[in-house]
């Protein structure tokens, strides 16, 4: 083939692919254009809430008489009640979602909730980031004062210096205890709380309380009928609607339709009459303008949004506080949840689990916050547990925990405890006493129900001196005639001594124990006391400060059986001057459907009469004072019960009961009476706290005694650790000022404090060979400061005891070992 050839073949294959490279360019530019995808819109929540049946609501169920759990465990309040009348008019079912009230509003933007009801006032903040229902209710204060007090009310901080007077039950009563006592502003003396606004009125215009806050429409009607004078209005002025999603117009205008049929029929008029007390001539009616949808918002994506979901209990099933399974008193566990990440951010280790409340004070059992393991990202779930231990008092507790981020935000689902404390078996009975021919001491009844009352009679002959006192009492301060008698209306069981001082120097005392059968309905007085607690001069005034709770008729205050006090409030206290000198006797009685209680504190008047000027209602709170704490008997055999009684006075806020170290009865009221039963032999020490405006302690100890023709072996017993191998090459001693316990329980359980936060751990041995195995710890997340190191040494502990393979005991001396057969934990016998 020529050259010539074979460029025209070349120039004729350059042409093809030219033509077909135009030909492809000519098609992309005139082929059609391809239909873009269809996306599917998200469905309406009125749509998902029609086609599933029911609409999901979330609520923050600590919050009454709007939304609270009733004494049944049962979700109620006005809030409650409204929602659930709302899904009648609406042909759906409504289901309850507690959970924090700060992240409400997240849970609606993520899908979680539907809506939202809990006493939520619409603002111009919250209304950026969801819509609101129409208004249902209308709250606005008013505070009263005397005419001649010159008091002017601008803001809550304002009322703090003075003696202030609310309604059980009302948000007034509840923003009191928070924004003022709570927060240290005003003592807890100065809140007084009255079963009806019209007592508290009453007692506002004869001088017990200086102010009264209350609705705005009965403020008025008081000022208008008993010359009060209005010094203070629209502190707390909220107007109440139901919370969704931004854009939700369709849900907006039947929750709108709904409210309209439930006002129209009186329904709304009549829960409030129901839940707070208002008659309807006395509602503030709520406006007429319906707040309008907010457009779905189009600009930049705000941050990452916090959220969780309750996945299941890990362990105590409660089955929703209907069978809340049982804990023996006094007994270290814990409790398990799984929870679910359900939003946008990332929970890291500074995220927490936090005690928030429960049915009773006592309900958080001890219990820390507890942080997170370990990071946990969007949809993933982590297990979370908490170290707790049961109440000393049987009872049903239910203790509530929220999840908090890092900024101290409580987010998602609240999730609790809920468990069952069976009364303990009797406590050991005293040893029969000896008759004395010249000691005759009688009490008419041992046996009485709670709100009865006991007199005890002596005859003594022969004796130095005499004194008649409840058991834990100082006897010094209660010296009585050798012949004489007593009225005495013991709450809870109590032991009563006769204390007789002979001319040789002797002693001996008499005992009588009162049973108290308890009037379960009855009110309960949480607190009555006096300050000063036991003794004044003549001519001086004591401050008597009372706390009742349950269900309450009426509250009277007498001095010497002459009523000084009618009608009083069921929390309150007053400034009392006795007359004369000698023994006065202050009762507190509390009546209801349910029974009556009764309390008595004696004072010591004692001359002359120096003194200093009687207390004024604005006197700071005076200190906590440990009036007695007793702890009998106190020495027992393994498996006995001891009786702890306890009797705190001045302005305390927090009154524990521990037992070598760990918190057994958690905010335990002003006084009682509780048993233990004890299983490890050793010294026991009970502990009594209290603290707020300063700090009082007492202690006494029990010794347990094993079990008789038995040794003291490993199981049942109760050490301290006094050294340990520190995982450098050194022995070091336990750090001066802490206390660092191990007890190796019968149930194989391992528990004590390391330091600072307590744990518990599974154990196995064996005898013959002492071997012994120590599982996996659990133990709190507290942080204690001091004393410097305590942390560390916390931690070389804990990490320690895992490495157990066998044990030693040399008499008092108790010696772990590790797989290398080196002693690494030294302890000595409690």
Not at 548 to 562: A, E, I, P, S
Not at 563 to 590: E, W
């Amino acid at each position: 083939m020529s050259r010539k050839q074979k460029n025209d073949i070349l120039l004729g294959l350059l042409i093809a692919v030219f033509v077909m490279v135009l030909a492809w360019l000519v098609w992309l530019l005139l082929r059609p254009s391809p239909a873009p995808p269809v996306s599917t819109p998200m469905p309406d929540a009125w749509s998902r809430i029609q086609a599933s049946g029911q609409i999901v609501v979330g609520t923050s169920a600590d919050y009454p008489p709007f939304a609270y759990y009733d004494s049944n465990f049962a979700l109620t309040g006005f809030d409650i009640v409204l929602m659930r009348e709302i899904g009648q008019q609406l042909g759906i079912q409504v289901v309850f979602r507690d959970m924090a009230f700060d992240g409400l509003y997240d849970a609606l933007q993520l899908q979680q909730i539907d809506a939202a009801i809990s006493a939520i006032s619409v603002t111009p903040e919250r209304d950026q980031v969801v819509d609101f229902s129409s208004v249902y209710f209308v709250s606005e204060d008013g505070i009263l004062a005397r005419p001649d007090a010159g008091i002017v009310i601008n803001n809550v901080n304002d009322m703090a210096p003075y003696r202030l007077g609310v309604q059980a039950g009302t948000v007034y009563e509840r923003d009191a205890q928070r924004l003022l006592v709570d927060n240290t502003q005003m003592p807890q003396q100065n809140l007084f709380v009255y079963q009806q606004a019209d007592t508290a009125v009453a007692d506002l215009m004869a001088g017990r309380v200086d102010l009264v806050w209350l609705d705005l429409q009965p403020a008025q009607r008081a000022v208008s009928l008993n010359g009060v004078a209005l010094v203070g209005q629209g502190l707390n002025r909220q107007t109440m609607a139901i919370a969704m999603q931004n854009g939700e117009t369709t849900l907006q205008t039947r929750f709108n339709e709904a409210l309209a049929i439930l006002q129209s029929q009186g329904r709304i008029s009549q829960l409030v009459l129901d839940y707070m007390g208002i008659p309807p001539d006395q509602i503030v009616p709520p406006p007429t303008a319906v707040p309008s949808a907010t457009p779905v918002p189009t600009a930049t994506p705000p941050p990452c949004t916090d959220g969780m979901r309750f996945v299941a209990d890990l362990n105590l099933d409660d089955n929703n506080m209907r069978n809340p399974p049982v804990v023996q008193p006094g007994t270290p566990f814990q409790k398990g949840w799984r929870i679910q990440n359900t939003g946008t951010c990332t929970w890291q280790t500074n995220y927490y689990l936090l005690y928030v409340n429960g049915n009773t004070p006592a309900a958080r059992m001890g219990g820390q916050a507890t942080f997170v393991p370990a990071a946990v990202s969007p949809g993933q779930a982590v297990d979370m547990w908490v170290s707790l231990v049961s109440p000393l008092q049987p009872g049903v507790y239910k203790g509530i925990w929220a999840l908090h981020n890092s900024q101290g935000r409580a987010f998602g689902d609240r999730i609790w405890v809920g468990i069952t404390v069976p009364a303990p078996p009797t406590s050991t009975p005293p040893p029969t006493q000896t008759p004395s021919p010249n000691i005759q001491f009688t009490a008419n009844q041992t046996t009485i129900t709670a709100g009865q009352c006991t007199v005890f009679s002596w005859n003594v002959t022969g004796a130095t001196a005499v004194y008649f006192y409840s058991a834990g009492q100082n006897w010094h301060q209660y010296q009585v005639p050798p012949q004489g008698s007593r009225t005495e209306c013991p709450s809870f069981t109590t032991t009563y001594d006769l204390r007789v001082l002979w001319p040789d120097g002797s002693t001996e005392v008499r005992q009588i124990v009162i049973q108290v059968i308890p009037a379960p309905t009855a009110p309960i007085i949480e607190q009555f006391s006096l300050s000063p607690p036991t003794e004044i001069f003549a001519g001086q005034c004591v401050s008597v400060v009372w706390r009742v709770t349950g269900n309450v008729t009426g509250v009277t205050l007498l001095r010497n059986d002459t009523t000084i006090y009618s009608n009083a409030p069921i929390n309150g206290s007053l400034a009392d001057c006795p007359p004369g000198s000698g023994t006065t006797t202050y009762s507190l009685v509390a009546t209801g459907p349910g029974g009556t209680s009764r309390q008595q504190q004696l004072l010591n008047v004692i001359l002359p009469a120096t003194q200093p000027p009687p207390p004024t209602a604005t006197s700071p709170a005076p200190p906590p004072t440990i009036d007695s704490f007793t702890v009998r008997p106190s020495e027992i055999t393994r498996g006995e019960c001891v009786n702890i009684s306890w009797r705190v006075g001045g302005a305390a806020t927090l009154i524990q009961i521990k037992r070598d170290g760990m918190v057994v009865l958690d905010n335990a009221g002003f006084s009682g009476v509780v048993s233990n039963c004890l299983q490890t032999p050793g010294v026991v020490t009970f502990r009594i706290e209290a603290s707020g405006n300063g700090f009082a302690f007492q202690e006494a100890q029990v010794s347990v005694q094993p079990d008789a023709g038995t040794g003291l072996p490993l199981v049942g017993t109760n050490w301290r650790l006094t050294d340990y191998w520190d995982g450098q090459g050194a022995v070091v001693a336990a750090l001066p000022g802490t206390t660092v316990t191990a007890v190796f329980g019968a149930d194989n359980q391992l528990t004590g404090s390391a330091g600072c936060n307590n744990y518990t751990a599974g154990f196995s041995l064996l005898t013959i060979s002492n071997s012994l195995t120590i599982g996996p710890v659990a133990a709190g997340n507290v942080f204690c400061a001091a004393p410097e190191g305590i942390m560390t040494q916390e931690q070389v502990y804990l990490g320690t005891l895992p490495t157990v393979t066998g044990y030693q005991i040399n008499g008092n001396v108790l010696e772990l070992r590790d797989g290398n057969g080196r002693v690494v934990l030294w302890f000595q016998g409690s």
